[in-house]
């Protein structure tokens, strides 16, 4: 053999070792990151378990909320959405509801349902967005403001909310998502513990549930495959990933779909980055920025059991179109807070949150998508022999499946919010095989979104929305 092509061989070899000793790494992690979220959940659990929420709800020092809810072409689902959020079970709060320039019936679905009229605005812009057309008020609810504004998109809105606003919590949901009656109370919770904190609550799949007057009445898995395999990403996602950052206090992101924040930090940090790919990690990130530049303590929770049921998309093209976009904020964030890695003045957040985001969540797409190609190959050139093909596929595919599994275990052992069996096996089923062509087809999604973020892509894509099941 010429020494070139030993040469070669010696770099292939050390590619294919080289992304064997990642895939293990990264798994590794996630078993930590299993460990301490079962031991996080069942210590919350057991604080809660004689909670008398009934008491916090009467108690004065309950904190009101403003809820904004941005709304761009939603018609099918604003009614149901607006209405869900002004049945939620709190003393004092708003519902302001954004529309932000709709081009669809968003807006004349919302004067029809709530009979809505004009009132005087007199708005000081604590952040930045685009002009307010008006202000509106339901003599039916008297808690709602709807906001008519000029397009500026997610961020902007949100701003716009914020501007509006009165009260000292804001919380930010999406407007095709509904919350359950209970949830604003246990998501404000903490504040009464401690105001210096963020804290975000757990998002669920409403695919295949049953909804009724803004509740969903009847919980269920969908018959598609694609929202099923996404109730297990959920709940992986949030139920081992976010409880087990949120222990460490270095939870990087609170989903925009179900967040509360202290407003004056939120206005002192600049609101939502207008332009922003992933407004929703970006504002956490800064916020932690902030704080530990200003050598405050705080905290950012998240909490397991204040729920937000959401519409996933149920075509791939949809799908493929989310996961891009929630890969671009990804690396837009990271890119924008980039002084923040590896750097001991921003504690646990710079020397391990930040890395870990950069390498196993960030980079994991173009690893795993060279494995999947390079390591099959090298075993077809005779490369690496069968022991290392069987010890990759076992570490890339079958710790994915125990990981998976292990999140729906968590589920059932706290929460049991699915009561048939039948939907445990479904789950689990949908554990094992996400790892062979979904999971495969997510890579491939998110890795080029990284020729769409530095070939300059911002749009979002349009995703198709449909109305939530009725009885």
């Not at 309950?62 to 939603?74: K, M």
């Not at 690396?331 to 985001?357: E, K, Q, W």
């Not at 290392?388 to 059932?412: K, N, Q, R």
Request: proline share 5%; net charge positive.
């Amino acid at each position: 053999m010429a020494q070139s092509d030993s040469i070669l061989v010696s770099i292939i070899l050390g590619f294919n070792i080289a992304i064997l000793i990642y895939f293990i790494a990264i798994n590794s992690s996630y078993f930590i990151l299993l460990a301490i979220s079962y031991f996080s959940v069942l210590r919350y659990q057991r604080r809660i378990e004689h909670e008398q929420w009934r008491r916090i709800i009467q108690s004065p020092l309950t904190i009101p909320v403003s809820i904004i809810a941005p709304a761009y072409n939603e018609e099918l689902s604003i009614e149901e959405s607006v209405k869900s959020l002004l049945m939620l079970e709190y003393p004092e709060f708003e519902v302001i509801v954004v529309n932000d320039g709709s081009t669809d019936n968003t807006w004349g679905k919302l004067k029809t349902s709530f009979n809505l009229y004009p009132i005087p605005a007199d708005i000081e812009e604590k952040v930045p967005c685009q002009q307010i057309l008006g202000l509106y008020r339901s003599p039916d609810n008297p808690s709602l403001i709807a906001v008519d504004k000029i397009n500026g998109g997610k961020a902007d809105a949100q701003n716009a909310g914020i501007n509006v606003s009165r009260y000292p919590l804001i919380c930010v949901i999406d407007v095709d998502s509904l919350i359950e009656g209970g949830a604003l109370l246990r998501v404000t919770k903490p504040f009464l513990e401690r105001p210096e904190r963020t804290v975000g609550g757990i998002i669920r799949v409403a695919n295949g549930c049953t909804v009724k007057a803004g509740r969903v009445v009847r919980v269920g898995l969908s018959w598609a495959w694609l929202p099923l395999i996404q109730a297990v990403e959920y709940l992986r996602a949030f139920l081992f990933g976010r409880s087990g950052w949120s222990a460490l206090n270095s939870l990087l992101i609170i989903s925009g779909a179900f967040g509360i924040f202290r407003k004056d930090v939120v206005i002192a940090v600049g609101g939502y980055r207008r332009g922003s790919l992933g407004e929703d990690m970006e504002l956490v990130v800064r916020m932690h920025r902030y704080l530990r530049e200003q050598r405050r303590e705080y905290e950012m929770h998240f909490l397991p059991d204040p729920v937000c049921w959401t519409e996933v998309p149920e075509s791939a093209r949809n799908l493929g179109r989310q996961r891009n976009r929630w890969q671009r904020g990804l690396i837009d964030s990271l890119r924008i807070h980039r002084r923040m890695m590896l750097n001991p003045r921003y504690g646990t957040i710079g020397m391990v949150a930040f890395p870990y985001f950069v390498f196993f969540e960030m980079l994991v797409p173009l690893v795993e998508l060279s494995g999947y190609i390079i390591v099959p190959i090298s075993y077809a050139l005779g490369m690496v022999d069968f022991p290392f093909l069987a010890l990759f596929l076992t570490v890339a595919i079958l710790i994915g499946v125990t990981l998976s599994t292990g999140a729906v275990v968590l589920e059932e052992l706290f929460y049991r919010r699915y009561p048939k069996t039948s939907d445990i096996a479904r789950l689990v089923a949908a554990a094992f095989l996400e790892n062979f062509g979904y999971r495969q087809l997510t890579i491939w999604w998110r890795v080029k979104a990284f020729w769409d973020y530095f070939s300059g892509k911002t749009a979002w894509g349009k995703m198709e929305r449909k109305s939530f099941t009725r009885t």
